[in-house]
């Protein structure tokens, strides 16, 4: 399948695997791009430059082929050191940098001179037109559905992605709620060029993560999401756990006087408990309705295959045969 997606990155399916907090290693971005898709390592997962400089390195001994990382710009508690983060990635060949959480406008001019291309996350369209009007090479837009933050519009992807196609010029990716063969068709219906997966990408033989965190996943339906931290206006949402409850317990109790120091037990730090260790109420964890349409863990060449051949069955057999009828 040839997209402007494909040809923009040099993959051979216009699917992406998106930036994940202790997900998003070497591991599993190689697996990804090796199946012919993109994969990205999640830059602030490394908590030095010089740690993402060596998981940059450690991907390209796994793959010689196009992978991306993620930078990712979100209210924390002490700011990243951005700049190393940048030079790790231009000094390590890296040709694709996800962006998320905010503008990334001051990091454009020495990504495009390193002639990286930028591919913008964002939850909106008229952040999408205001990452298109500074200069970002393609966007990924996050409806509603989807794992981690989804903003504070709630506009699900059956509208987002058709209003994205109205008004964007650059090509983007659907990102939130994708899982398969049927995703994909529908968001290249709805104006897409390609599909963007975190959720479903975490329930994959390569994701290094605990197999608690993928058998949580496989067990959830679509009903087991929450939104947390909306009064902070940093939703994210989340799978439904202990912490989770009593996240929102706290949200009910204190109400618009709710601060970050409040929820703090909840939320920082906690990654790599449920990640590695798998403590599943360590704290709360993105996690997309997707979930819901996830019932196994195959290896990333045979998800990635899969939803390519389904997506041929349903555009050459399902779809042509109502237009031949
Ligand atoms: C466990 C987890 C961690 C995530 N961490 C990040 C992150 O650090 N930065 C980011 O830009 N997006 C992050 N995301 C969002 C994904 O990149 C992607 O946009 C989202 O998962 C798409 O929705 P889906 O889960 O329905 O596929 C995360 C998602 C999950 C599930």
């Given at each position: 399948m040839k997209t402007r997606i494909t040809e923009l990155f040099g993959i051979q399916h216009p699917i992406i695997q998106g930036g994940m907090h202790y997900v998003g290693f070497a591991e599993l971005a190689a697996a990804v791009s090796n199946a012919g898709g993109l994969g990205i390592i999640t830059g602030l997962t490394q908590r030095t430059p010089e740690l993402l400089a060596n998981e940059i390195r450690r991907c390209r001994e796994l793959t010689d082929k196009p992978f991306g990382v993620n930078l990712t710009f979100l209210p924390v508690v002490n700011t990243p050191d951005y700049p190393g983060y940048i030079r790790a990635i231009i000094d390590g060949g890296v040709k694709v940098v996800e962006t998320a959480g905010n503008n990334p406008q001051k990091w454009l001019p020495a990504l495009h001179e390193a002639g990286i291309k930028i591919i913008h996350k964002c939850t909106s369209v008229r952040h999408a037109l205001k990452a298109e009007a500074i200069g970002c090479d393609a966007i990924s837009v996050d409806g509603f559905e989807c794992g981690g933050h989804p903003g504070e519009d709630d506009v699900p992807n059956f509208i987002l992605l058709p209003r994205a196609a109205d008004e964007l010029k650059i090509p983007f990716v659907a990102s939130g709620g994708m899982a398969d063969g049927r995703s994909l068709v529908a968001a290249l219906a709805l104006g897409a060029e390609g599909i963007n997966m975190g959720t479903r990408f975490i329930a994959t033989q390569e994701a290094p993560v605990h197999d608690n965190v993928k058998a949580a996943i496989v067990a959830a339906s679509e009903l087991d999401t929450r939104l947390v931290m909306r009064p902070l206006r940093n939703t994210e949402r989340v799978l439904r756990n202990v912490a989770v409850d009593r996240l929102l317990e706290k949200e009910r109790q204190l109400g618009t006087a709710i601060k970050f120091e409040d929820v703090i037990d909840e939320v920082a730090g906690v990654y790599p408990k449920i990640m590695?260790?798998?403590?599943?109420?360590?704290g709360v964890w993105s996690c997309g309705m997707v979930a819901g349409l996830i019932s196994d863990v195959p290896s990333v060449k045979a998800l990635i295959d899969r939803i390519m051949a389904e997506a041929d069955e349903i555009i050459r057999a399902r779809l042509d045969r109502m237009l031949a009828a």
């Open positions: 590695k260790d798998g403590t599943m109420d360590a």
